[in-house]
């Protein structure tokens, strides 16, 4: 994808991640159908997680940018529904981007997303509805809002932009592996991609805690970089996440919480 604001993003800008479409499914993949229950879904739980992104080129570090995000449970026309909202803050201030993601409890089928992106003292929107395999845009026309997009897709989808909690939904284990329809708004149609978990790892946090994980790998296609993924087994959060790029190593890692999030 090219994006400039995709999670899965390991170019310069470090916005960008090209990808297609997954490794065709073995016979151990999970074929994940949007709509269906998610397995551990109850792991989602109200909350804030905050992540610091940096690169690493021989043995210096470079901050990229900070993301929050926050998760809770809400009401809307009468039913209970699932919302993430992030931020980003770019080190070096140049942008700051923000989400409004909504989703099905239970499911994570999408619902709706609003982006709003201020880089150089210039705010642009978008909000889309989700409607089964169709997206379509609100307030095509105003002001600062973005490029329409209205499009009708032969596959139902996820929402890309939330993999991290996604990941946490699934029945992770040794050898497990699903095949995911993923869409990432106004860029490549949904397509199905793959996450494996490969291996296991202790890793340590700052008082020096093991926290064990599953280690999950993911690429676009066989000819790019992995995407690796430490995930803990306890509540299955996100952890840290690495993958190589031509100018180094970019690393995505849990910060821990600050006083107001207790």
């Not at 926050?70 to 201030?93: C, M, P, Y």
Request: glycine share 8%; aromatic share 10%; net charge neutral.
């Amino acid at each position: 994808m090219t994006s400039p604001y995709s999670s899965r993003c390991i170019a310069v800008g470090l916005l960008a991640l090209l990808a297609a479409p997954a490794m065709s499914a073995s016979a151990k993949e999970d074929i994940l159908q949007v709509g269906q229950p998610l397995a551990r879904f109850d792991l989602i739980k109200p909350g804030v997680h905050r992540y610091a992104r940096y690169m690493i080129v021989g043995e210096q570090r470079s901050l990229l940018d900070l993301w929050t995000r926050r998760v809770s449970f809400e009401t809307e026309n009468g039913k209970r529904i699932l919302r993430v909202h992030q931020r980003w803050d770019a080190a070096d201030k140049s942008y700051v981007a923000l989400f409004d993601q909504t989703f099905e409890t239970g499911s994570f089928r999408p619902l709706s997303q609003a982006k709003t992106v201020t880089r150089a003292g210039v705010t642009t929107t978008q909000s889309v509805k989700f409607d089964g395999a169709k997206v379509d845009s609100i307030g095509d026309g105003a002001p600062g809002v973005g490029k329409p997009v209205h499009e009708a897709f032969p596959m139902l989808f996820y929402n890309w932009h939330t993999d991290m909690e996604f990941l946490q939904a699934l029945p992770l284990a040794r050898g497990y592996a699903a095949s995911i329809p993923f869409y990432d708004v106004g860029l490549e149609p949904p397509a199905r991609y793959t996450y494996a978990v490969t291996g296991e790892d202790t890793l340590s946090a700052a008082d020096g805690t093991p926290i064990k994980c599953w280690v999950m790998e993911f690429r676009g296609k066989p000819s790019d970089p992995s995407i690796r993924y430490w995930i803990s087994k306890r509540g299955q959060v996100l952890v840290r996440e690495q993958a190589k790029s031509p100018d180094g190593v970019l690393v995505k890692t849990l910060l821990n919480p600050e006083a107001e999030d207790g």
